[in-house]
């Protein structure tokens, strides 16, 4: 079955250079959710998108910006990095309104020097 | 307030026996749903179990079932025959039908031991 698909999945950047995650969702699934996970933390959410709408928005930097297209996919742009911005980033995609179908993708790692 | 509480930073579990990572949470919300979700050392997050906050029966599938009890706002997470490919990060998770995003525990280290 298909599953959620990041890219890339691995990021290497500068500080305060620009970095753009992608994220494709399973097919059919309508909303899209972005997380940060830090070395040794919890997942943390930052945005969702309902339909390409903003649905939620959590603890994301001002700095970080995220859109989902009208094929559903989604990017997370991240500008100005630092070093505290090198963690891992995954998206999850479900069928809105239907909770038990919430998965996530492989992940995105980010590392910023 | 921690909204998902893991008290178990750690378990050590022979391999084959079965073994109980534990999970409360606080909502006032009356709909909610839960989440258990394994995270092996390669950070990926994989889907385990769910269980709605109106779902009579506890959620099963295969080796893993959701011991849920709502009053005491319990949903412990039960491993039974534990395999060395079982060693991982396991995530509690809840979210509220009031809010878009599920909100995770603090996690729980599990190591099998052959």
């Known amino acids: 079955a298909a599953g959620v698909i990041q890219s890339p999945r691995h990021l290497i950047k500068e500080k305060r250079e620009t970095a753009t995650l992608k994220c494709y969702p399973i097919p059919r699934h309508d909303t899209v959710y972005w997380y ?3 070395p040794g933390q919890d997942p943390q959410f930052l945005i969702s ?3 390409k709408m903003q649905s939620d928005k959590g603890s994301i930097p001002d700095r970080f910006s995220a859109q989902q297209f009208s094929d559903y996919h989604s990017e997370l742009n991240m500008s100005s990095l630092e070093l505290g911005d090198s963690a891992l980033y995954f998206c999850a995609s479900s069928v809105w309104g239907r909770d038990e179908k919430l998965f996530f993708g492989s ?3 980010l590392s910023v020097l | 307030a921690q909204k998902i509480t893991q008290t178990q930073p750690g378990m050590f579990v022979q391999e084959k026996e079965a073994v109980t990572l534990d999970c409360t949470y606080d ?3 009356p709909s909610y749903g839960l989440f258990w979700y394994k995270q092996p050392s390669s ?8 269980q709605g906050s109106y779902d009579q029966q506890n959620a099963t599938e295969g080796r893993y079932s959701l011991n849920f009890q709502k009053a005491r706002k ?7 025959a534990s395999q060395l490919g079982d060693s991982a990060m396991y995530f509690c998770a809840m979210r509220e039908r009031k809010d878009d995003k599920i909100i995770f525990g603090k996690g729980t280290r599990l190591h099998i031991l052959p």
Do not use: K, P, R
């Open chain 1, 49 to 51: 998108f309902y339909e």
């Open chain 1, 36 to 38: 940060q996970q830090g």
């Open chain 2, 74 to 80: 319990s949903a412990n997470l039960v491993i039974s």
């Open chain 1, 107 to 109: 992940g995105t790692q």
């Open chain 2, 27 to 29: 909502t006032s919300d």
């Open chain 2, 43 to 50: 950070g990926e997050m994989i889907f385990l179990i769910y």
